[in-house]
T-cell receptor, first 112, second 117 residues
Framework: DQQVKQNSPSLSVQEGRISILNCDYTNSMFDYFLWYKKYPAEGPTFLISISSIKDKNEDGRFTVFLNKSAKHLSLHIVPSQPGDSAVYFCAASYMAGTALIFGKGTTLSVSS | KAGVTQTPRYLIKTRGQQVTLSCSPISGHRSVSWYQQTPGQGLQFLFEYFSETQRNKGNFPGRFSGRQFSNSRSEMNVSTLELGDSALYLC????????????????FGEGSWLTVV
């Protein structure tokens, strides 16, 4: 049973526009959420994270929103750039642990 | 500073054989985790080590094992290989266990591609 779901396998966006990647989770015990970006033949690269005590965290062009009541989080990229084209993974964990539960990823394509 | 280093990067094994994969964490990092990535199941947690002790284990059969050495380097072993073990095996390291600690980012290596024929 998938505890972390990314229901959109792919997303296409024009350069300069906003990219919104979504993630849902089922386990209410998760208290820390992370986004990773992955290029082919490379390992995942950490982007941004958020703890369950917050509802928003920003880092440059990346903002993550958390809606605990809906068990939903989203990653906003503004403005989108062609170099953002990659697979984006949502992951959840318990703060005290290091085991990450990943979604299956969303492939973002940003066209110029 | 050097990132997480995994060896070998690519390997081909035959069903029934065993394989050992190696991981050198970022200098100063003492927590090492392993993940398996397959097209069907995505990224799945295998196990986590800290101070040479396994702290957590994912839902994988006993054929999958690992260990950590005193210098924090880690190895994982898969015995009696099956075709379904073909995957990208990723190692990740962090300074210490726990994802919620400020500054305790989990960094991934580039992975070891295992093909079982």
């Amino acid at each position: 049973d998938q505890q972390v779901k990314q229901n959109s396998p792919s997303l296409s966006v024009q350069e300069g526009r906003i990219s919104i990647l979504n993630c849902d989770y089922t386990n209410s015990m998760f208290d820390y959420f992370l986004w990773y970006k992955k290029y082919p033949a490379e390992g995942p690269t950490f982007l941004i994270s958020i703890s369950s005590i917050k509802d928003k965290n920003e880092d440059g062009r990346f903002t993550v929103f958390l809606n605990k009541s809906a068990k939903h989080l989203s990653l906003h990229i503004v403005p989108s750039q062609p170099g953002d084209s990659a697979v984006y993974f949502c992951a959840a964990s318990y703060m005290a642990g290091t085991a990450l539960i990943f979604g299956k990823g969303t492939t973002l394509s940003v066209s110029s | 500073k050097a990132g997480v280093t995994q060896t070998p990067r690519y390997l081909i094994k035959t069903r029934g054989q065993q394989v050992t994969l190696s991981c050198s964490p970022i200098s100063g990092h003492r927590s090492v985790s392993w993940y398996q990535q397959t097209p069907g199941q995505g990224l799945q947690f295998l196990f986590e080590y800290f101070s040479e002790t396994q702290r957590n284990k994912g839902n994988f059969p006993g054929r999958f094992s690992g260990r950590q050495f005193s210098n924090s380097r880690s190895e994982m072993n898969v015995s009696t290989l099956e075709l379904g073990d073909s995957a990208l095996y990723l190692c990740a390291s962090s300074q210490r266990p726990g994802t919620g600690t400020i500054g305790n980012t989990i960094y991934f290596g580039e992975g070891s591609w295992l093909t079982v024929v």
